[in-house]
């Protein structure tokens, strides 16, 4: 076999190979990437075929770990080339069955891309590759007296942008501009590299006026084409993402409430008196889960002595005058609490009277425990969660509820968390079915959760991030949607390479 | 110029013979598109009908009888944009006016809106139940679905967001016919109240900077965000034409800040943006100020005072004129205004509360007085992007300008908008100037020397012609074009929006 | 012509066409309900049913891109010529809307093509009867309590109150009379004021009615026209002087309409009203006594760079409409509760009977009179008290035709029941 030559430009889309048909894609591949950066070893590859859902594994033929965006580009030629699948993943852990190869292919890994490019404290915004982890990041930030918002408690090796391209919710609703995303560099399934919204400008990040912080744009928003994609529409190579100050003067509250009924007034007033930083609710199993200290058996405890629900609030001081922010906000929180004939609010919980300070101390970054805290309970746990509005909160618990008594599955073991979404308008509703890693139990958590998944679709859930049976479920019912956004997938993948297999394609 | 005999008749039988009309100075009224003739309406061809439905179906079945005839059509709300002005023959105007529905859900804050639906009438609903919408820059009059479709931009997105992000549940007629929904709306029917997928985003084709500008179909019903108010909204005084609403002065003031230089204005507008008080902030042209002392007066009061203005006015000299907002309490207007005070004294402002009325934004009604002084008005210069950005922009225009005056009317002072969005991690900057009618050429010019400017210093403006700015960009256009023609195979969408199909 | 429409193309050029001219002043909506402020427009939908359209049509015409059609003449026609388009647009702009409408009233008449047969039929009764009823003038009022021979005031009764709506006449006279105010009266000798002629762009023969009735004021050397009708009040006032080319202010008499008389009265002390009156009632503003009522200021000049006008101009923007009297008298009236509506003052919804609408539209017209009947009912009141006969007629027609539980009543006959 000759040796190849590679020609190539960041412009062109195509790659050109010299040489005969017989190199094999091994060696094609790591002539893009270098050869330690390509895996094709079962035993290698086992890492990319799982991940923590339920999702049924499957390998892919080969992974790959471009260092750069050219790199990336090239993989995406080669696999246009030979209609292989690519499937791109930035973190090394994952929940939902998204980066599991549908169709076989590549797995083109991005951890090596894990640069900050850039903190722009000015226009309050951060320049990230896929690789950062929120650990990472956070950390960096925490310097410059700033934060990116965050979801809770995230795996220390999930990708934050990964965070913010499957649209996870962040613990702080306050902000009514909605999610983060900003600018980015994408590589399109096409085989296009397109910076996005101000981005696109030639030399936005050097010396031009534009300082990429505008992301609608040019011409359409791409940035919203690749949210929720699941890797189907390009890959992102990097991303402005917003960040905010870091309060450094912070004050956590609990209303402690016994049914979720309670719950649904006063979050609203919250949102509706705009005060807070991190709000949200969550059930006693998964606040034992966060702050029992050692085994299974300790969470399940502390699970019995925790009130059934917790609506958890930090009220945080302004970069100015902190303690008067503090005070007034303090002042409406206490007036909610009255409003809604609810016992009133405190620093504490009487049987983890220093959960307050360690929620404040855990919550603007990763889980850091050794185990993550979704394994705690039984080891392995699966992830049901949809959009609604509060007032509806009550009635989809006892929808899953039901389920879960149908099928044998006592409610002690799930675990809740709903997360108000911008002021309280909409919210993040996610079960938690906590199993062991047992064949018997996985099956069962499964079935669950195909069960619970339906019962709350009939209900009005709206599953906008559609993972594995949920599209299969989803896509048939909005039959013009998923006509459309196949035709926005022909444009910008046409070979549908990118995550064949995910959502409607 | 006469409609295809069956294609009219057709229409015609959807519509009621009230509700379609092919009379030509019925639709000499549609013939120029709004915001003023001059630039926008030289090759402008008078429509040959227009139509009136009242429903998504009736809608649906217009544009499929355009389809089948390969009739172009241009869907009209409120009217006031350039855009709906016909370029070809036999174009059918689709006026959604009678489609003016609105509901609105007050616990979860939103609001579903037809196109016929204008800003003031929404403002207005939201004030009785404790809320806000945003208010755009052109005025409340325009239609709210049809504004924060294609643009939508005004001070209020400093605390609420810009227009895109205000877009929830919206029903959509694409280009052939289909009725497409948006977030909950995909696969929940009546559902309006969430925007997002499922899966892929499909707002994203909605928008862009100014989205296909009609050239994708139809919205017909689009459910938008609802924010938090004062209880006591502001209310009305006053008699034509100086109406105001007063502001509750124990939850909201105006305040002015005055600085010798721009560049220490948006250095204190960012310090402002970073912590996190005002609801609207932006620098105000001299010009408009003056537009505001002529109100009332006639419009040669205000050339009388301008004339003196070139000696009066600090060339240099830059008002940042904020709003506090009290959401929470009386408390927090008062820790905002404390905090202002502060960032006030260290930036070196002199501050001064303004009157507690509001005439111009709450119900943006100010707006169209940019046309005030006669003559026309046009935004040489609209972009979007960091303060920064929206200062060089503003600088280099301010000299554009000033290389073509006259004949365009003299500016004096700091001479743009230059607005906080979205807690300051972007601006809003809209440069205006002006000529007699007898030069709005030069405005023309003017705006073609601003997309050069943009071009060679690398800003990113708000109107993007694609076949223009795509060649710089990447190539953005090449997709764009794809776009259009997959969703409009036909070209029927108001063509040549978003843009003339080069890419044969 | 009175008002050329070529004097007012750059009025028409200059239109932006931002439609504010459907809306009522934004700072003052406060329903999406009751937002819309033109008629025609809330009603017919097209653009072109629109001061904005029209302006455009007007330019179309001059510039000889437009022909008339029969579209063109219903938009034209169907306009009440109410006035709130030119009010809206002038609190930003200094536009001349409402006169470049009146002047495609005038251009249509002088091109035979308007106005309408119905229309035509009135104007003839008006020419040769000298009222729209085409009634024998010595049908008209004569005699009222109080009136004498010779005074300094005339009460001008108008065609309405001397023929149909009598007892306003007779409630007019009594509150003259209680205030101590002497008034004379024109009987057979007063003529249509014209304003059926001048709503359908017919100056010349309205300037034959106003130089009879100018020319019997001055015979009969009164210096006070009191009207109790809001049509003649603003057609002396504003009309008269500008078929003249004179400003209000110049000319040799002043008009009150009853209700600024009754309310200077009442400063005086001259008047008082004793009997409660036990009523919940709305207050609907006349077109022509409320926007439309401003002194005429005449102007000549021409439009410069930037189109600035020289000499400079003072534009009639509805800021000094006779809006405070009315509802200074009902409040002082013991027993009335005065609730506003939603649109009031110079943001006043249309009756819809004014512009020949009444005559040539009925249908329309009442359907205008029943969106200001909802406005009326939402407001919680069972009565709508308004200063003008035409108002009285096509409100109370609607409310006859679909709302019965609301009444229409003249400001003149509520303030007779407050007399003691």
Same mark, same amino acid.
């Given at each position: 076999?000759?040796?190849?030559?590679?020609?190539?430009?960041?412009?062109?889309?195509?790659?050109?190979?010299?040489?005969?048909?017989?190199?094999?894609? !091994?060696? !094609?591949?790591?002539?893009?990437?270098?050869?330690?950066?390509?895996?094709?070893?079962r035993?290698?590859?086992?890492?990319?075929?799982?991940?923590?859902?339920?999702?049924?594994?499957?390998?892919?033929?080969?992974?790959?770990?471009?260092?750069?965006?050219?790199?990336?580009?090239?993989?995406?030629?080669?696999?246009?080339?030979?209609?292989?699948?690519?499937?791109?993943?930035?973190?090394?852990?994952?929940?939902?069955?998204?980066?599991?190869?549908?169709?076989?292919?590549?797995? *083109?890994?991005?951890?090596?891309?894990?640069?900050? /490019?850039?903190?722009?404290?000015?226009?309050?915004?951060?320049? *990230?590759?896929?690789?950062?982890?929120?650990?990472?990041?956070?950390?960096?930030?925490?310097?410059?007296?700033?934060?990116?918002?965050?979801?809770?408690?995230?795996?220390?090796?999930k990708?934050?942008?990964?965070?913010?391209?499957?649209?996870?919710?962040?613990?702080?609703?306050?902000?009514?501009?909605?999610?983060?995303?900003?600018?980015?560099?994408?590589?399109?399934?096409?085989?296009?590299?397109?910076?996005?919204?101000?981005?696109?400008?030639?030399s936005?990040?050097?010396?031009?006026?534009?300082e990429?912080?505008?992301?609608?744009?040019?011409?359409?928003?791409?940035?919203?084409?690749?949210?929720?994609?699941?890797?189907?529409?390009? *890959?992102?190579?990097?991303?402005?993402?917003?960040?905010?100050?870091?309060?450094?003067?912070?004050?956590?509250?609990?209303?402690?409430?016994?049914?979720?009924?309670?719950?649904?007034?006063?979050?609203?007033? *919250?949102?509706?008196?705009?005060?807070?930083?991190?709000?949200? /609710?969550?059930?006693?199993?998964?606040?034992?889960?966060?702050?029992?200290?050692?085994?299974? !058996?300790?969470?399940?405890?502390?699970?019995?002595?925790?009130?059934?629900?917790?609506?958890?609030?930090?009220?945080?001081?302004?970069?100015?005058?902190?303690?008067?922010?503090?005070?007034?906000?303090?002042?409406a929180?206490?007036?909610?609490?009255k409003?809604?004939?609810?016992?009133?609010?405190?620093?504490?919980?009487?049987?983890?009277?220093?959960?307050?300070?360690?929620? /404040?101390?855990?919550m603007?970054n990763s889980?850091?425990?050794?185990?993550?805290?979704?394994?705690?309970?039984?080891?392995?746990?699966?992830?049901?969660?949809?959009?609604?509005?509060?007032?509806?909160?009550?009635?989809?618990?006892?929808?899953i509820?039901?389920?879960?008594?149908?099928?044998?599955?006592?409610?002690?073991?799930?675990?809740?968390?709903?997360?108000?979404?911008?002021?309280?308008?909409?919210?993040?509703?996610?079960?938690?079915?906590?199993?062991?890693?047992?064949?018997?139990?996985?099956?069962?958590?499964?079935?669950?959760?195909?069960?619970?998944?339906?019962?709350?679709?009939?209900?009005?859930?709206?599953?906008?991030?559609?993972?594995?049976?949920?599209?299969?479920?989803?896509?048939?019912?909005?039959?013009?949607?998923?006509?459309?956004?196949?035709?926005?997938?022909?444009? /910008?993948?046409?070979?549908?390479?990118l995550?064949p297999?995910?959502?409607?394609? | 110029?006469?409609?295809?005999?069956?294609?009219?008749?057709?229409?015609?039988?959807?519509?009621?013979?009230?509700?379609?009309?092919e009379?030509?100075?019925? @639709?000499?009224?549609?013939?120029?598109?709004?915001?003023?003739?001059?630039?926008?309406?030289?090759?402008?061809?008078?429509p040959?009908?227009?139509?009136?439905?009242?429903?998504?179906?009736?809608?649906?079945?217009?544009?499929?009888?355009?389809?089948?005839?390969?009739?172009?059509?241009?869907?009209?709300?409120?009217?006031?944009?350039?855009l709906?002005?016909?370029?070809?023959?036999?174009?059918?105007?689709?006026?959604?006016?009678?489609?003016?529905?609105?509901?609105?859900?007050?616990?979860?804050?939103?609001?579903?809106?037809?196109?016929?639906? @204008?800003?003031?009438?929404?403002?207005?609903?939201?004030?009785?139940?404790?809320?806000?919408?945003?208010?755009?820059?052109?005025?409340?009059?325009?239609?709210?679905?049809?504004n924060?479709?294609?643009?939508?931009?005004g001070?209020?997105?400093?605390?609420?967001?810009?227009?895109?992000?205000?877009?929830l549940g919206?029903?959509?007629?694409?280009?052939?016919?289909?009725?497409?929904?948006?977030?909950?709306?995909?696969?929940?029917?009546?559902?309006?109240?969430?925007?997002?997928?499922?899966?892929?985003?499909?707002?994203?084709?909605?928008?862009?900077?100014?989205?296909?500008?009609?050239?994708?179909?139809?919205?017909?019903?689009?459910?938008?965000?609802?924010?938090p108010?004062?209880?006591?909204?502001?209310?009305?005084?006053?008699?034509?034409?100086?109406?105001?609403?007063?502001?509750?002065?124990?939850?909201?003031?105006?305040?002015?800040?005055?600085?010798?230089?721009?560049e220490?204005?948006v250095?204190?507008?960012?310090?402002?943006?970073?912590?996190?008080?005002?609801?609207m902030?932006?620098?105000?042209?001299?010009?408009?100020?003056?537009?505001?002392?002529?109100?009332?007066?006639?419009?040669?009061?205000?050339?009388?005072?301008?004339?003196?203005?070139?000696?009066?006015?600090?060339?240099?000299?830059?008002?940042?004129?904020?709003?506090?907002?009290?959401?929470?309490?009386?408390?927090?207007?008062?820790?905002?205004?404390?905090?202002?005070?502060?960032?006030?004294?260290?930036?070196?402002?002199?501050?001064?509360?303004?009157r507690?009325?509001?005439?111009?934004?709450?119900?943006?009604?100010?707006?169209?007085s940019?046309?005030?002084?006669?003559?026309?008005?046009?935004?040489?210069?609209?972009?979007?992007?960091?303060?920064?950005?929206?200062?060089k922009?503003?600088?280099?225009?301010?000299?554009?300008?000033?290389?073509?005056?006259?004949?365009?009317?003299?500016?004096?002072?700091?001479?743009?908008?230059?607005?906080?969005?979205?807690?300051?991690?972007s601006?809003?900057?809209?440069?205006?100037?002006?000529?007699?009618?007898?030069?709005?050429?030069?405005?023309?010019?003017?705006?073609?020397?601003?997309? $050069?400017?943009d071009?060679?210093?690398?800003?990113?403006?708000?109107?993007?012609d694609?076949?223009?700015?795509?060649?710089?960009? $990447?190539?953005?256009?090449?997709?764009?074009?794809?776009?259009?023609?997959?969703?409009?195979p036909?070209?029927v969408?108001?063509?040549?929006?978003?843009?003339?199909?080069?890419?044969? | 012509?009175?008002?050329?429409?070529?004097?007012?193309r750059?009025?028409?050029?200059?239109?932006?066409?931002?439609?504010?001219?459907?809306?009522?002043?934004?700072?003052?909506?406060?329903?999406?309900r009751?937002? =819309?402020?033109?008629?025609?427009?809330?009603?017919?939908?097209?653009?072109?049913?629109?001061?904005?359209?029209?302006?455009?049509?007007?330019?179309?015409?001059?510039?000889?891109?437009?022909?008339?059609?029969?579209?063109l003449?219903?938009?034209?026609?169907?306009?009440?010529?109410?006035?709130? %388009?030119?009010?809206? %647009?002038?609190?930003?702009?200094?536009?001349?809307?409402?006169?470049?409408?009146?002047?495609?009233?005038?251009? %249509?008449a002088?091109?035979?093509?308007?106005?309408?047969?119905?229309?035509?039929?009135?104007?003839?009764?008006?020419? &040769?009867?000298?009222?729209?009823?085409?009634?024998?003038?010595?049908?008209?009022?004569?005699?009222?309590?109080?009136?004498?021979?010779?005074?300094?005031?005339?009460?001008?009764?108008? %065609?309405?109150?001397?023929?149909?709506q009598?007892?306003?006449?007779?409630?007019?006279?009594?509150?003259?009379?209680a205030?101590?105010?002497?008034?004379?009266?024109?009987g057979? &000798?007063e003529?249509?004021?014209?304003?059926p002629?001048?709503?359908?762009?017919?100056?010349?023969?309205?300037?034959? =009615? +106003?130089?009879?009735?100018?020319?019997?004021?001055?015979?009969?050397?009164?210096?006070?026209?009191?009207?109790?009708?809001?049509e003649?009040?603003?057609?002396?006032?504003?009309?008269?002087?500008? +078929?003249?080319?004179r400003?209000?202010?110049?000319?040799?008499?002043?008009?009150?309409?009853?209700?600024?008389?009754?309310?200077?009265?009442?400063?005086?002390?001259?008047?008082?009203?004793?009997?409660?009156?036990?009523m919940?009632?709305?207050?609907?503003?006349?077109?022509?006594?409320?926007?439309?009522s401003?002194?005429?200021?005449?102007?000549?000049?021409?439009?410069?760079?930037?189109?600035?006008?020289?000499?400079?101009?003072?534009?009639?923007?509805?800021?000094?409409?006779?809006?405070?009297?009315?509802?200074? #008298?009902?409040?002082? #009236?013991?027993?009335?509760?005065?609730?506003? +509506?939603?649109?009031?003052?110079?943001?006043?919804?249309?009756?819809?009977?004014?512009?020949?609408?009444?005559?040539?539209?009925?249908?329309?017209?009442?359907?205008?009179?029943?969106?200001?009947l909802?406005?009326?009912?939402?407001?919680?009141?069972?009565?709508?008290?308004?200063a003008?006969?035409?108002?009285?007629?096509?409100?109370?027609?609607?409310?006859?035709?679909?709302?019965?539980? #609301?009444?229409?009543?003249?400001?003149?006959?509520? +303030?007779?029941?407050?007399?003691?």
């Amino acid at each position: 076999m000759s040796a190849q030559r590679l020609l190539f430009s960041l412009e062109r889309k195509t790659v050109v190979w010299r040489g005969g048909d017989n190199v094999s894609m !091994k060696e !094609k591949l790591a002539e893009i990437v270098g050869q330690g950066q390509v895996l094709d070893g079962r035993d290698q590859l086992e890492i990319y075929s799982w991940d923590h859902s339920l999702a049924p594994p499957r390998s892919p033929s080969y992974a790959v770990r471009p260092a750069n965006t050219r790199e990336v580009q090239m993989v995406v030629d080669l696999a246009r080339q030979n209609r292989m699948p690519l499937v791109p993943v930035s973190s090394t852990v994952h929940f939902n069955g998204s980066s599991i190869p549908q169709q076989g292919g590549i797995v *083109i890994d991005l951890r090596r891309m894990n640069r900050i /490019l850039e903190i722009d404290k000015l226009n309050r915004k951060v320049r *990230i590759e896929p690789g950062v982890t929120w650990p990472q990041l956070q950390g960096e930030l925490e310097g410059h007296d700033l934060m990116a918002l965050i979801p809770l408690l995230p795996h220390r090796d999930k990708s934050a942008l990964t965070s913010y391209l499957e649209r996870e919710p962040a613990l702080i609703p306050k902000f009514d501009y909605a999610e983060p995303l900003l600018t980015m560099e994408i590589v399109f399934g096409s085989g296009k590299v397109l910076r996005t919204g101000s981005a696109c400008v030639p030399s936005a990040l050097e010396k031009s006026a534009a300082e990429g912080v505008q992301p609608e744009g040019p011409g359409i928003d791409f940035f919203r084409l690749v949210q929720g994609a699941q890797g189907s529409m390009g *890959i992102v190579t990097w991303a402005n993402i917003k960040v905010e100050y870091l309060p450094r003067l912070n004050k956590l509250f609990f209303l402690p409430l016994n049914s979720l009924e309670e719950a649904v007034k006063p979050t609203y007033r *919250i949102g509706q008196k705009m005060i807070g930083a991190e709000c949200f /609710l969550i059930n006693n199993l998964n606040l034992a889960a966060i702050l029992a200290e050692g085994t299974s !058996k300790e969470v399940e405890k502390l699970s019995n002595e925790l009130p059934s629900w917790t609506v958890i609030l930090v009220l945080a001081g302004g970069p100015r005058r902190p303690e008067e922010k503090l005070a007034y906000e303090e002042e409406a929180l206490n007036e909610i609490a009255k409003e809604a004939s609810l016992p009133k609010v405190e620093s504490t919980l009487p049987v983890v009277p220093d959960a307050g300070d360690r929620l /404040l101390g855990m919550m603007r970054n990763s889980w850091s425990g050794e185990v993550y805290w979704k394994f705690r309970y039984k080891g392995r746990c699966q992830n049901l969660f949809f959009i609604t509005i509060l007032e509806q909160v009550p009635s989809f618990l006892t929808v899953i509820r039901e389920v879960a008594a149908a099928s044998g599955y006592s409610e002690k073991d799930i675990g809740f968390y709903i997360q108000p979404l911008e002021n309280g308008r909409a919210c993040h509703f996610e079960a938690t079915f906590y199993y062991h890693d047992t064949e018997e139990d996985a099956t069962r958590a499964h079935d669950l959760y195909a069960d619970a998944a339906r019962a709350v679709l009939q209900r009005g859930a709206l599953f906008t991030r559609p993972y594995g049976l949920l599209a299969d479920l989803v896509y048939p019912r909005a039959t013009a949607y998923t006509t459309a956004l196949r035709k926005v997938k022909q444009i /910008l993948d046409p070979e549908n390479i990118l995550s064949p297999g995910k959502l409607c394609f | 110029m006469s409609l295809h005999k069956e294609a009219y008749q057709a229409l015609e039988s959807i519509l009621g013979n009230e509700n379609i009309s092919e009379d030509p100075a019925i @639709c000499e009224a549609d013939l120029k598109g709004g915001s003023g003739e001059f630039i926008f309406d030289a090759n402008a061809v008078r429509p040959a009908c227009v139509v009136l439905p009242k429903s998504t179906e009736e809608v649906r079945d217009v544009v499929k009888i355009a389809n089948r005839y390969r009739l172009p059509y241009i869907p009209v709300s409120t009217y006031y944009i350039g855009l709906c002005a016909p370029s070809l023959p036999d174009t059918i105007i689709i006026d959604l006016k009678r489609m003016d529905r609105l509901e609105i859900d007050e616990k979860n804050m939103y609001a579903i809106c037809e196109s016929g639906v @204008c800003f003031s009438q929404l403002q207005a609903e939201a004030f009785k139940l404790g809320l806000q919408t945003m208010t755009p820059g052109c005025g409340s009059q325009a239609s709210v679905v049809a504004n924060t479709a294609v643009h939508g931009m005004g001070p209020f997105g400093y605390r609420l967001g810009s227009a895109y992000r205000r877009i929830l549940g919206t029903e959509w007629v694409l280009p052939d016919g289909e009725v497409l929904g948006l977030g909950s709306l995909s696969f929940s029917p009546e559902d309006y109240f969430w925007g997002e997928g499922p899966g892929p985003d499909l707002r994203g084709i909605l928008r862009g900077m100014t989205g296909p500008m009609g050239g994708l179909g139809v919205i017909t019903r689009m459910a938008v965000k609802l924010f938090p108010f004062v209880p006591e909204p502001p209310k009305p005084s006053g008699t034509s034409p100086y109406t105001r609403l007063n502001l509750p002065t124990n939850r909201m003031k105006w305040f002015h800040l005055t600085y010798a230089t721009p560049e220490q204005a948006v250095s204190a507008m960012y310090e402002m943006a970073r912590s996190e008080i005002g609801t609207m902030a932006m620098t105000v042209p001299p010009l408009f100020r003056y537009i505001a002392r002529a109100r009332g007066k006639g419009a040669n009061a205000f050339w009388e005072a301008w004339a003196k203005a070139k000696d009066k006015i600090d060339p240099r000299e830059t008002i940042v004129r904020i709003l506090l907002v009290g959401y929470t309490s009386d408390k927090q207007l008062a820790y905002e205004e404390a905090v202002l005070h502060d960032i006030a004294t260290e930036t070196g402002a002199t501050i001064a509360e303004a009157r507690p009325s509001d005439e111009s934004w709450i119900m943006s009604a100010d707006a169209i007085s940019v046309y005030f002084f006669g003559g026309v008005y046009m935004p040489a210069d609209v972009s979007l992007d960091s303060l920064n950005q929206g200062l060089k922009v503003g600088q280099s225009t301010a000299a554009l300008k000033k290389s073509r005056t006259p004949p365009l009317g003299e500016d004096y002072g700091y001479p743009g908008w230059l607005q906080l969005q979205e807690l300051g991690h972007s601006s809003y900057l809209e440069f205006l100037a002006f000529a007699g009618l007898e030069d709005v050429e030069q405005l023309a010019a003017l705006s073609q020397d601003c997309v $050069q400017r943009d071009i060679d210093i690398g800003a990113y403006p708000v109107y993007q012609d694609p076949t223009v700015f795509g060649p710089k960009w $990447q190539d953005y256009h090449h997709i764009i074009a794809e776009v259009k023609k997959t969703f409009d195979p036909n070209g029927v969408s108001n063509p040549p929006r978003p843009m003339k199909l080069m890419l044969e | 012509m009175v008002v050329p429409l070529e004097d007012y193309r750059y009025d028409a050029l200059s239109c932006p066409r931002c439609s504010n001219c459907k809306w009522v002043d934004h700072v003052y909506v406060r329903s999406h309900r009751f937002a =819309k402020i033109c008629p025609i427009n809330a009603r017919y939908g097209f653009n072109a049913y629109s001061a904005h359209g029209m302006l455009d049509m007007a330019l179309a015409l001059l510039d000889g891109q437009l022909d008339y059609t029969p579209g063109l003449i219903d938009v034209v026609y169907k306009c009440t010529l109410c006035g709130a %388009c030119d009010v809206r %647009c002038k609190r930003n702009l200094d536009l001349e809307v409402l006169l470049v409408l009146e002047g495609l009233r005038e251009r %249509c008449a002088q091109d035979e093509a308007g106005p309408l047969p119905q229309h035509k039929a009135v104007v003839e009764k008006v020419n &040769e009867s000298h009222n729209r009823y085409g009634a024998p003038s010595q049908k008209r009022i004569q005699e009222l309590p109080g009136a004498e021979e010779n005074a300094d005031i005339l009460y001008f009764v108008g %065609c309405n109150h001397s023929y149909v709506q009598k007892e306003t006449a007779r409630a007019t006279a009594r509150v003259l009379e209680a205030s101590g105010s002497k008034f004379a009266l024109l009987g057979a &000798e007063e003529w249509c004021c014209g304003r059926p002629l001048i709503a359908t762009g017919q100056w010349e023969l309205a300037r034959k =009615k +106003m130089e009879h009735n100018l020319d019997t004021l001055a015979s009969y050397g009164a210096k006070t026209v009191v009207t109790s009708c809001a049509e003649c009040y603003k057609t002396w006032k504003v009309d008269y002087p500008r +078929m003249l080319k004179r400003s209000t202010e110049d000319m040799d008499y002043r008009v009150l309409h009853i209700v600024e008389h009754a309310q200077q009265s009442l400063d005086a002390g001259t008047l008082s009203f004793k009997n409660p009156v036990q009523m919940k009632v709305t207050y609907h503003d006349p077109c022509h006594l409320g926007r439309l009522s401003e002194p005429w200021i005449h102007w000549v000049g021409e439009r410069k760079a930037f189109g600035r006008v020289e000499p400079a101009k003072t534009y009639r923007r509805g800021t000094y409409g006779v809006y405070d009297p009315p509802r200074q #008298i009902l409040n002082s #009236i013991p027993g009335i509760e005065l609730v506003e +509506m939603e649109r009031v003052r110079e943001h006043s919804w249309c009756c819809g009977a004014g512009g020949g609408v009444m005559d040539a539209f009925k249908d329309f017209a009442l359907w205008t009179a029943d969106e200001r009947l909802q406005e009326a009912e939402s407001s919680g009141v069972e009565t709508v008290v308004t200063a003008c006969p035409f108002c009285c007629e096509n409100l109370g027609e609607a409310a006859r035709l679909a709302r019965d539980k #609301i009444n229409v009543v003249h400001i003149a006959e509520l +303030m007779l029941k407050a007399l003691s």
